[in-house]
């Protein structure tokens, strides 16, 4: 059972516009969740993480937002750069313990 | 950041050798190490969490006999695939956690077998 989806398998942006991933999870003990950026055959590298107490976390152009009763969050990349073309994955932590459960990834294309 | 490292990166092997791949936190020391594979187009997978000086703990339909997992230290971990055939050509990466802390992953390991 997935427990972290993510429903866009590929998006596609014009270069400067803003890149929005969405993932959804469907447990609610689910209380860390991270974002991270793998290129085709290296392992993936950590991006922004928020905790369940806030709604919005930011580092430079990504910002990740955390609707806990829609157990929904996003991951905003503005302005797009082409070397932000990867596939991204979305991971959620429960309350104890140290495993995370990803998301199936979205590809990004950033088209210059 | 923490580094963790991984090797071989690419081995391509025969159908029915075995295969063994390191894990390895360079800048901490990691309690807890994942196992996880990767499809094309397709997500993370975690195979088994190995703790160290204890036996790994497996997902359902990952099969321990074939696929052994060793934590000797709180540096290394290691994976072996046993009697290795062409379908376990796949992409294997691994992660390892400070206790309580984020995951670091490895570059991963590229394994084919003919």
């Known amino acids: 059972d997935q427990q972290v989806k993510q429903n866009s398998p590929s998006l596609s942006v014009q270069e400067g516009r803003i890149s929005i991933l969405n993932c959804d999870y469907t447990n609610s003990m689910f209380d860390y969740f991270l974002w991270y950026k793998k290129y085709p055959a290296e392992g993936p590298t950590f991006l922004i993480s928020?905790?369940?107490?806030?709604d919005k976390n930011e580092d430079g152009r990504f910002t990740v937002f955390l609707n806990k009763s829609a157990k929904h969050l996003s991951l905003h990349i503005v302005p797009s750069q082409p070397g932000d073309s990867a596939v991204y994955f979305c991971a959620a932590k429960g309350y104890s313990g140290n495993q995370f459960y990803f998301g199936t990834g979205t590809s990004l294309t950033v088209i210059p | 950041g923490a580094v963790v490292s991984q090797h071989p990166s690419r081995v391509i092997c025969k159908s029915g050798t075995s295969v063994k791949i390191e894990c390895r936190s360079l800048d901490f020391q990691a309690t807890t190490m994942f196992w996880y594979r990767q499809f094309p187009k397709q997500s993370l997978m975690l195979m088994a969490t190995s703790n160290e000086g204890s036996k790994a703990t497996y997902e359902q339909g990952v099969e321990k006999d074939k696929f052994l997992i060793n934590h000797a230290s709180l540096t290394l971990s290691t994976l072996t695939v046993t009697s290795a055939h062409p379908e376990d050509s796949s992409f294997y990466i691994c992660s390892a956690s400070p206790l309580q802390g984020q995951q670091y992953f490895g570059p991963g390991t590229r394994l084919t077998v003919t």
């Open positions: 928020i905790s369940s107490i806030k």
